[in-house]
């Protein structure tokens, strides 16, 4: 049985990422320091173990990977969310530390490929639309941003001196069940559900793409197990565009909210005006569309319906 190793994998994409696996009948180890994951969101099986870990202490990820023999690892772990991101940037500088101790364990141990969850936030504001992976700058000075096209340069490199195989993924706004009140939709549901006014940053005329958490681990999954995109980068995300604004409306009407928008001043920076991914590898992978943005919000009601 294939051992895979999951690197933040207590949080939203990671556990659904790890979920997969599993029914794809992988064994798993998971390493999160639960800073912003949860265990209740991991699934229950024989071949899933949990280890509390901080990948930026090089012994205790050391630990981990020597008592394993992983044949992939998917490294997830990473301070996330906007205004988390914004109001602690030293610690998302310091998640340099656990790219760089994953690689160096990883290349002295017999991992075939290593994959990374990197940003639509390398971007920046775009210059074009789509942000196709090798036409579009990588522009952004947001620390989140710098660290995940940091990260993307390490992987890079160590391919280049090392020879060790990667994968980029360039992950765009992901959704689901069990994603933290943190991102757009979980927080605008959340609200909508308990009838409690939305609050937007800004006018609400920024723009963003939505995809469903299962798209992106099926598309994941197969990139690895189909030996795709080996030492390449690949946008993941919707790429039909939404405004903020719509997005709110759009989930009262669905939820029959009496809620409503309240507009706040914009967030200093880090709030894109506009994203929207070339996604056109992501569909070659997938060989259909993805699941459309009113589907993927009643899936999570009714995930919510059933706690």
Known sequence: MKKILVTGGAGNVGSALVEGLLNKGYFVVVVDNLSTGSLDKLPDSDNLKFIKCDCNNYRDL?????????????????????????ENPVSVLNDIKGIENLLNLAKNTRVKRVFYSSSSEVYGEPVELPQHETRTPLNSRVPYAVVKNVGESFFRSYKQEFDLDYTIFRFFNTYGPNQSEDFVIAKFLNMALNNVDITIYGDGNQTRTFCYVSDNVEACIKIMEEEMYVNDVINIGGAKIFKIKDLAEQIIDITCSQSKIVYLPPLKEGDMARRQPDNSKMLNVLGRDLIPLDEGIKKMIEFYNRK
């Open 62 to 86: 050391a630990e981990v990977m020597l008592a394993f023999d992983f044949e992939y690892v998917f490294h997830y772990a990473a301070v996330v969310g906007v205004k988390r991101t914004q």
